[in-house]
């Protein structure tokens, strides 16, 4: 009889780690994302319930000395204890599930309250009402507002609330007007949000007993006319070999390309986090590539001759003495360190002279002993050069 014990409590084990799955379920419940599993949860819950019984009977029958009778129910009390069975100590923190008036979520709170609350008879009927009043928000709360707690006015308030929301013809057609009107792709709509819409209405219809299975072309005509044309393109592609595309075949495209586009969006930003963490040491660009830049596109009429070239190419230009080029460019109210007109030269970062190595272009050094230019006015007008580096004008 040893094995069969042992045999028995591991099923025993198993069926208690099962139904602990299911209260974890109903904590995390959202009417919208979870009712289309719900009744399919449900039943299962009742399957593990039953066979817990059957296996725990037997062990009972096993067992020397015999177990108490009433531990088969004080074990299932306790496997959902804090969540579902003992309304005194754990209805308050359980996140029962809420309703604010929509259509698509009536069906999904009343099966899961109606689970929870409304078909435990261990709960009197005034604790019910509390609990149902405090699930309701925005215009369902105000339905019975002013319905007062009491036992007898439980079944009042719950009564009101089905005469108004459940309405299985307004309920499918508010899923079915879900459907025509879906979002169309877009950069913030992608492939996977649309995806969920469509499953989750059509997973609806089919719990309300709808045909779904036979809307093949209808489906999959609206959900085609929100695809963008490079993912219709592809569907087409895709359902090429089949005369009939159906909405599975569809759905089955759909989710391998929400794969494909999550882990393309991975990578991308992936890549982009590496090329932010591997900046240069030295991240100050080239400055004498860049004013050179700045001359070859802000200024790109000579404001010497207004030929549609850059003063430092302007044969006119060059034919000047230094001196005569150093009042020109003053003229023109350019830096003289680099001929540009955005900034003053003290503020210049380009190369100085490559001659002298002072704060002024090449082009306009002054070379001592130059045929025309005399030995005595050359200090001078290389002091005046000088002085000018901190009297450039505004437009400089």
């Known amino acids: 009889m040893a094995p069969r014990v042992e045999e028995l409590k591991i099923k025993i084990t198993n069926s208690k780690r099962k139904i602990t799955n299911f209260a974890k379920f109903i904590d995390g ?25 059957k296996f725990f009977n037997e062990l ?3 067992a020397n000395p015999p177990i108490d009778s009433s531990s088969s129910q004080s074990i299932r009390r306790e496997t959902l204890s804090n969540s579902v069975r003992n309304p005194k100590k754990s209805l308050p923190c ?41 699930s309701l928000k925005g215009e369902a709360a105000e339905i019975i507002a002013s319905i007062e707690l009491s036992s007898e006015n439980y079944k009042v308030a719950l009564d009101l609330l089905k005469e108004r929301y459940d309405n299985r013809k307004i309920i499918r057609q508010t899923h079915v007007k879900a459907l025509l009107n879906l979002t169309h792709l877009s950069k913030g709509f992608p492939v996977r949000s649309l995806l969920d819409q469509i499953q989750k209405h059509v997973r609806a219809l089919e719990a309300l007993k709808e045909p779904v299975e036979r809307w093949d072309t209808l489906l999959v005509k609206i ?27 569809l759905i089955t495209f759909l989710q391998r390309r929400a794969q494909f586009e999550e882990t393309k969006s991975d990578q991308i930003q992936g890549r982009s986090q590496n ?13 004498r590539s860049q004013q050179a830049f700045a001359v070859s596109t802000t200024n790109s009429s000579c404001p010497h001759c207004q030929g549609e070239h850059v003063i430092c190419n302007c044969e006119p230009f060059k034919k000047l003495t230094p001196h005569d080029r150093f009042k020109a460019i003053k003229k023109a109210a350019l830096c003289i360190n680099c001929f540009c007109s955005n900034h003053r030269v003290y503020l210049c970062t380009a190369s100085p002279c490559r001659k002298c190595g002072r704060k002024h272009h090449t082009l306009l ?28 004008p505004k437009g400089c």
């Not at 490079?230 to 569907?235: A, G, N, V, Y």
């Open 29 to 53: 419940y959202t009417a919208e994302r979870d009712f289309p599993a719900l009744q399919k949860r449900t039943n299962d819950l009742e399957r593990e319930f039953e066979e817990f019984d």
């Open 60 to 62: 009972e029958r096993i």
């Open 94 to 134: 359980v996140n029962l599930p809420t309703f604010s008036g929509s259509y698509e979520a009536w069906l999904g709170f009343h099966d899961l309250f109606k689970s929870l609350v409304d078909n435990d008879d261990e709960i009197p009927d005034i604790e019910k009402l509390y609990h149902l009043k405090g």
């Open 223 to 249: 959900i085609e006319q929100k695809l963008n044309t490079f993912i219709r393109e592809k569907s087409e592609d895709s359902s090429c070999e089949s005369e009939n595309p159906t909405y599975k075949e």
């Open 275 to 287: 090329l932010s963490d591997r900046k240069p040491f030295n991240s100050r660009p080239n400055q």
């Open 365 to 392: 050094h002054f070379e001592k002993g130059k045929t025309g230019e005399s030995s005595e006015s050359q200090p001078a007008v290389q002091s005046q050069s000088v002085l000018n580096l901190h009297a450039v």
